[in-house]
């Protein structure tokens, strides 16, 4: 269940295009980062801190201009003072120097892309005027764009709810957005948009779906997701899809005269009891609401991600070809025909899940992201078949790329001692390079630990992988606390990538395990689905690997021992506790505890009747996998943790779980967060939950402090 982070630099002078207008608070991004705390060691180091949380600036979506000069790119900004989140717009030279912002520091802007001839950058904002305004990121998304002429940002869309996703056409001349039919109360704020005391009216939710509910949005209706074609020229917008399906991922033919969308149109059974998404094609013309597009896949698995060829004769795109396994199923790169027809699959030897189909200018390759052992790399592959070759590789985490009109590539690449940055690939077959340098100067301050690559035999024998951190100061032979930290999922794995979380264990003194049991991603589809309906067995026996492999080699403490994770990692803790009582503290974070409270309840109904079955055919099952019927052999302290509105996993297993050990006498405690879903946003909760991670651990871990800290004063 998907339940799916003091070197110095030469500020090179470059001269700006005209259309490139300097806020007054222009800088380098990395100046945002440049805060310490915390004590420094004769070096000038210092260990990692809670608050470099949210220093640490979050780097990512970065494309080539047309012209192949510029990569723009967004920097995201954890405001705690504000307890916001603020993404802004930047741009650097493919030669390197200084980065320019293009955006206001005060309101969020994302999603920035070229037009094809590279007079304008688009963007999605929530801003209301020309110039940002206080509160403008709670309005909703519409496209703007600037000029490279120069002058502010103009608004181009106005729609009554959010731009969710859009794409230039070929000639700019047109853009394709992606919208949610409007709510009711949408609408009727439309109509009092001019009423200064209109207020929103509640409604009730009126549920007819079999799959009627998700995170981050709550009960879900009829409401659907279509594609419209707005022209740039006469500001018209036309609807092109239609029906009770959502569509997505709009992609424009070389020609502009069709466009590739992804949707789950099956006619055979209601579409909500399976995950069945097909590539379909319609005229951008359309004028019948595109009911009748074209069926481009057939495949029963889960197709997405198109892209075209640049003759337009093919199109590429991601597809599952086991559908009955559903998350676990590996994820190829196939192609057919634009017109529909036979499907090839270009990665059926690699077994490794792929993402990100993308034809080179030339149409000779397609590239992608693989997800493998315990890394991202960029990969390629013949666009007819053949030989697979990694343009990027190496133990480092491909975030995401884009390709330029010429062949050259910029990706977001982390390392695990250093966030994501911007990349560059030349076109020519050139050394990587890297191109900013955004959070260079805090990471220069910050004395991190070793982390190693580790492998190890399970109970059955099959090897294992994992990250094992040190802290900054690890002296050989000496015995530390320890912490294992079970990752989400499960179908997912920790990567080569700069992991906040064991980064802060490893410098608060504890050795970190992060280990990819059997059911993540990056080792083949076998040990993926090694874990089908029988989780907490091989997973457990793996993660407990690990512990074992680390006490061996002299490096974990056995006495002191903690365990927590979030979501799978949550659950694969209440498994843990559920089976050994060598941990002397536990963190469940969003974790499911009785499965037949969530059929239902949560987003999942679908995935559980794949797995599991109907409850009422298959309870044996469900209660042999339910840790909550093995809550009487849990004695490990354990903080329990989650969001309010949890739809992915509902509060309501924390609760259970808190309910039970409290009455069995287990040290325990329930801490729940406002307002938040799955993944928190609000920075000052974040910061709340890493403060308690650290004293739960210490108290019952390492035996200081108050497990449980005493509550501010008023005024403090």
């Known amino acids: 269940m998907k339940l799916r982070l003091a070197l110095s630099f030469v500020l090179v002078l470059v001269v700006f295009p005209a259309w490139i207008q300097r806020p007054a608070a222009a800088q380098d991004p990395s100046a945002a980062a440049q805060g310490s705390s915390g004590a420094a060691d004769k070096t000038g180091q210092r260990n990692l801190t809670v608050e470099d949380y949210f220093r640490i600036l979050e780097v990512d979506d970065a494309h080539i201009s047309p012209e192949g000069k510029w ?6 900004t ?3 003072k504000d307890d916001k989140n603020k993404t802004r717009i930047w741009m650097i030279s493919t030669s390197g120097g200084a980065p320019v912002p293009l955006t206001a520091q005060d309101v969020s802007s994302e999603h920035a892309r070229w037009s094809p001839d590279g007079k304008y950058l688009a963007f999605l904002s929530g801003r209301s005027g020309g110039k940002s305004e206080k509160g403008d990121e709670d309005k909703k998304k519409e496209i703007w764009i600037l000029n490279r002429e120069g002058g502010e940002a103009q608004k181009v869309t106005e729609t009554i709810q959010d731009v969710d996703a859009y794409a230039w056409s070929p000639a700019g001349d047109r853009i394709v957005l992606e919208l949610q039919d409007p709510s009711i109360s949408e609408i009727e704020a439309a109509k009092d948009k001019d009423k200064a005391d209109a207020k929103p009216k509640a409604h009730p939710w009126v549920i007819d779906r079999l799959h009627f509910k998700e995170d981050a949005i709550g009960y879900l209706d009829r409401r659907r997701k279509h594609l419209f074609v707005y022209e740039l020229a006469s500001h018209k917008m036309a609807q092109i899809t239609s029906g009770d399906y959502d569509d997505s991922a709009p992609a424009w033919s070389p020609d502009g005269r069709s466009i590739a969308f992804v949707s789950n149109r099956s006619a055979s059974e209601d579409p909500d009891r399976n995950y069945n998404t097909d590539i379909w094609t319609v005229a951008a013309d359309n004028t019948d609401q595109g009911k009748s597009p074209t069926h481009v896949t057939t495949n029963p698995g889960a197709e997405g991600a198109p892209t075209w060829s640049p003759d337009g004769k093919w199109i590429t795109f991601t597809t599952q070809l086991e559908a009955r396994f559903y998350q676990y199923a590996t994820f190829h790169i196939g192609i057919a025909p634009a017109a529909g027809g036979e499907m090839k699959i270009l990665t059926r030897k690699l077994d490794r899940n792929a993402s990100e189909p993308r034809y080179s200018p030339d149409g000779k390759w397609i590239y992608f992201i693989a997800d493998d052992d315990g890394t991202q790399n960029l990969m390629r592959v013949p666009a007819q078949g053949g030989e697979i070759t990694r343009p990027i590789s190496g133990r480092r985490m491909v975030e995401s790329y884009a390709l330029g009109k010429d062949g050259a590539a910029v990706a977001v690449i982390g390392e695990l001692t250093h966030p994501a940055e911007i990349y560059f690939l030349p076109a020519d077959g050139g050394d990587l390079r890297r ?3 955004t959070n260079d100067a805090l990471m220069a301050q910050i004395r991190l630990p070793h982390v190693e690559y580790v492998h190890f035999k399970s109970k059955d024998g099959t090897t294992v992988w994992g990250y094992l951190y040190e802290p ?13 930290k079970p990752h989400g999922g499960p179908v997912w794995a920790y990567y080569a990538e700069f992991n906040f979380d064991p980064q802060l264990y490893a410098a608060n003194g504890y050795v970190v395990l992060t280990p990819n049991p059997r059911g993540s991603s990056g080792y083949g589809q076998d040990f993926c689905k090694a874990i089908w309906a029988d989780w907490g067995h091989r997973d457990y026996e793996d993660d407990m690997a690990m512990v074992d492999y680390a006490v061996a080699q002299g490096i974990a403490d056995p006495d002191k021992l903690g365990v927590g994770g979030w979501s799978y990692g949550g659950i694969s803790t209440n498994f843990i506790i559920t089976q050994t009582t060598r941990f002397k503290a536990a963190i469940s974070g969003a974790g499911n505890f009785l499965y037949i409270t969530n059929w239902g309840h949560d987003l999942y109904s679908r995935d559980w009747e794949i797995e599991l079955g109907l409850p009422w055919e298959n309870r044996e099952i469900w209660e042999r996998l339910s840790p909550f019927n093995r809550v009487t052999k849990i004695k490990t302290p ?8 949890d739809w992915n996993v509902p509060i309501i297993n924390g609760e259970q779980m808190y309910q039970s050990l409290k009455r069995l006498g287990v040290p325990t405690l329930l801490v729940v967060y ?9 920075p000052s909760f974040i910061e709340d939950r890493y403060h308690r991670y650290l004293d739960w651990y210490g108290h019952y871990v390492k035996g200081e402090g108050p497990a449980i800290p005493p509550p501010a004063k008023s005024g403090d």
């Open 638 to 645: 354990t903080l329990i943790m989650g969001g309010e509105i």
């Open 435 to 437: 191109l900013t340098t």
């Open 674 to 682: 406002p307002g938040e879903y799955h993944e928190f946003s609000r």
């Open 472 to 484: 900054p100061d690890y002296q050989p032979g000496t015995r530390y606390p320890t912490i294992l």
């Open 78 to 80: 954890r405001d705690l």
């Open 71 to 76: 990569v723009c790119y967004t920097v995201t």
